[in-house]
C-alpha cells in the first residue's frame, strides 16, 4: 500500500463497503444503490479512490463491492462507515499497516 499511497500524495487508506448493513444479508438492488451513494460522497469529498471487493475467504459470504479510498482520516472513515451501518472497515495510516476497526 505505500506505494499506492505515496502515487496520490495521501498518507492513509480505507477499504470500505456499503453492502449489507450490520452484516445482514441484503438484496442486489439495496446494496447496489446504497453502494452508489457511497460513491457519491466519495466523489463529493474529492477523495481518490479505486473500485473493489471484498471477499470471504472460506466462500460461505458473497463478494461485496468495496472502495479503497485514499487520504481518509480514520475520523471521517469511522463516521462514514457508521453512517452506512457497517460493522467495521480497513483502514491504513502513515505505516501503511493495514487494521480492521471494528464499529460494534
Known amino acids: 500500500m505505500p506505494a499506492l499511497n505515496s502515487r496520490d500524495g495521501s498518507d492513509s487508506a480505507a477499504f470500505i463497503t456499503a453492502g449489507n448493513p450490520l452484516g445482514e444479508p441484503t438484496s442486489n438492488s439495496e446494496n447496489q444503490a446504497a453502494q452508489q451513494q457511497l460513491l457519491a460522497r466519495i466523489k463529493a469529498d474529492g477523495l481518490p479512490y479505486l ?50 476497526i471494528l464499529l460494534r
Do not use: H, M
Not at 57 to 65: F, I, N
Open 51 to 100: 473500485d473493489g471487493e471484498g471477499g470471504d475467504p472460506s466462500g460461505q459470504w458473497p463478494g461485496e463491492p468495496s472502495l479503497l479510498v485514499f487520504g481518509i482520516s480514520l475520523e471521517a472513515a469511522q463516521k462514514l462507515a457508521g453512517e452506512f451501518r457497517q460493522n467495521g472497515f480497513v483502514y491504513a495510516g502513515s505505516d501503511a499497516t493495514p487494521r480492521l
